[in-house]
Nanobody
């Protein structure tokens, strides 16, 4: 089994910054693509950013230029640096990861429990 544990959420004023972290642990051979998603009240979960093992990144248009995704392959950890935060960024942020538990091509997707980010004055 694999666990993803997120940290770093909280309350921040508009224009402020936060960094989220998500560490994968458990039965891991290799962690492939990792990502961040968010879900605001009354809305569907949406993509924020993804990063491949080789550090190729993809961002939602709404966060381009403000958020940066990165990862540490040794620590099996993904980060989300969020700058110039806006009230519309308020949501529960979830990380996910595609994980191979064995040296075979099979991989499963795992999700973290979510961390609340609130942007308000």
């Amino acid at each position: 089994q694999v666990q993803l544990v997120e940290s770093g959420g909280g309350l921040v004023q508009p224009g402020g910054s936060l960094t989220l972290s998500c560490a994968a642990s458990g039965s891991i051979f290799r962690v492939n693509t990792m990502g961040w998603y968010r879900q605001a009240p009354g809305k569907q979960r949406e993509l924020v950013a993804t990063i491949t093992r080789g550090a190729n990144t993809n961002y939602a248009d709404s966060v381009k230029g403000r958020f940066t995704i990165s990862r540490d392959n040794v620590k099996n950890t993904v980060y989300l640096q969020m700058n110039n935060l806006k009230p519309e960024d308020t949501a529960v942020y979830y990380c996910n990861a595609f994980v191979q538990s064995f040296p075979t091509p099979d991989q499963r997707i795992y999700w973290g429990q979510g961390t609340q980010v609130t942007v308000s004055s």
